[in-house]
Every structure is written in C-alpha cells, then in structure tokens.
C-alpha cells in the first residue's frame, strides 16, 4: 500500500478519502481461545485498520481540498457484544474508541467517520426475515444503505469523530 501511495503522489494524483474495512470473525466459546488466536483476531480487526490509517494519514492531508474523510467499516457488535465472538466484538470496539482519537489527531484537515453495520448481508444460510422480524424497520439492509452513508460522511464536511449505526434500528428492539 505504501508503494502504491507514494507512487500516486509522485505521478502528481492526490486522495481525499477512504474507506477501511477488515474482519475476522471465528467463533469460539469462552475457554477456547489461545494467545496465538486472540493475537490474530486483534490484530487484524483493529492492528490492521490503525496501520492502514497510520499510512494513509499523510496523504489525506495533503489532499487537494483539505476536507478529506477516512472512514471505517465497525458493526453492531460494539453496541451489543457478540459472546460467542468477543474477541472480535472487543477489537472493534477498540476500533470504536479510535475513530474520536484519530479525528483529534488527524482534525483539521483529515475527518473521521465509523460506520457500525447492522444485517446488511445475512450469512449464507440464514434467516433473512428472521434477521428482519428483529428491526424497527421490518427489513435487512443492502449495500447501497451502506453506499449512501459513506457518501454523506464524506460530503459533510462538519462531521468527524462519530460513528453512524446503520442497523434499521436493530439495537432499539428488545432481544
């Protein structure tokens, strides 16, 4: 990514936004995990996505407008843990906690913006109108919720250190 960044730069190309999504998410029961696999899950769920910010950072403020946005994908997780995942649950809530650090550390000319996702595409398998049922809205999201989100973060230039919950109001419903 380095190189790819650097070589941007030098052919005159600048970026002014981006979006960061990784995940892992084994399931384990409590008891079950090792140091081997709980390093991996953080370390991918939340090492990566501050590396790849830490990377990006320089060239989001150099951006031509000075109003670049780097975005992170989260989920709902960090509103209700995952038990059967918690590893995974607690890295992104980590993730949740830098999104207001790095928009302090990044402000004024970089903005920060975390999305928690709700269902947007039930695993294979799945009960969609189970997943549904358990909404304010009666209905699972899809990609283009997600697209129209990351577009309103990155085209309010007021916006920095928030997460938006994209959920259909999932985390209002009681279990």
């Given at each position: 990514m380095m190189?790819?960044?650097?070589?941007?730069?030098?052919?005159g190309w600048g970026i002014?936004?981006?979006?960061?999504?990784?995940?892992?998410?084994p399931e384990q029961p409590f008891g079950a995990w090792t140091a081997e696999s709980l390093?991996?899950?953080?370390?991918?769920?939340?090492?990566f996505p501050f590396l790849c910010a830490q990377a990006?950072?320089?060239?989001?403020?150099?951006?031509?407008?000075?109003?670049?946005?780097?975005?992170?994908?989260l989920d709902t997780s960090l509103h209700h843990p995952w038990l059967k995942r918690l590893p995974y649950s607690a890295a992104k809530a980590g993730l949740a906690t830098l999104v207001p650090g790095l928009a302090q550390l990044l402000g004024p000319r970089v903005r920060v913006v975390g999305h928690a996702l709700g269902t947007i595409l039930p695993p294979e398998g799945s009960d969609g109108g189970f997943l549904a049922e358990r909404t304010l809205l009666k209905r699972i999201g899809e990609p283009a919720d997600l697209c129209r989100a990351v577009r309103y973060a990155a085209d309010s230039p007021f916006l920095t250190g928030e997460i938006l919950t994209l959920d259909g109001g999932r985390r209002w419903v009681d279990r």
């Amino acid at each position: 990514m380095m190189a790819d960044l650097e070589t941007l730069a030098s052919d005159g190309w600048g970026i002014s936004g981006a979006v960061v999504l990784a995940g892992t998410f084994p399931e384990q029961p409590f008891g079950a995990w090792t140091a081997e696999s709980l390093d991996a899950a953080w370390r991918m769920n939340l090492g990566f996505p501050f590396l790849c910010a830490q990377a990006l950072a320089p060239h989001l403020a150099q951006s031509p407008s000075g109003d670049a946005c780097l975005q992170f994908l989260l989920d709902t997780s960090l509103h209700h843990p995952w038990l059967k995942r918690l590893p995974y649950s607690a890295a992104k809530a980590g993730l949740a906690t830098l999104v207001p650090g790095l928009a302090q550390l990044l402000g004024p000319r970089v903005r920060v913006v975390g999305h928690a996702l709700g269902t947007i595409l039930p695993p294979e398998g799945s009960d969609g109108g189970f997943l549904a049922e358990r909404t304010l809205l009666k209905r699972i999201g899809e990609p283009a919720d997600l697209c129209r989100a990351v577009r309103y973060a990155a085209d309010s230039p007021f916006l920095t250190g928030e997460i938006l919950t994209l959920d259909g109001g999932r985390r209002w419903v009681d279990r």
